[in-house]
């Protein structure tokens, strides 16, 4: 996400705290904070995504391969 959005975010929670917002600015604020959200879950599905496990064995695993053996 870009730094100028983020800076609205910011923005929008500040006036949000001292003086309120508009409908237009609260559908404006909803909607950025679900593309950051979104963005924020994506890159974290990649670095877990790249993530390993070491077994006791020796074995690098998949964190993924990992969580599904450990709910067993």
Do not use: C, W
């Amino acid at each position: 996400m870009e730094k100028s959005k983020i800076d609205r975010i910011n923005a929008l929670a500040k006036k949000a705290k001292a003086i309120g917002l508009t409908e237009r600015e609260t559908a404006e604020r909803d909607a950025l904070r679900k593309e950051y959200l979104a963005d924020m879950r994506a890159a974290f599905k990649q670095q877990l995504d790249s993530t390993y496990v070491q077994t006791a064995d020796g074995a690098k695993i998949p964190y993924a391969e990992y969580a599904k053996l450990s709910r067993h």
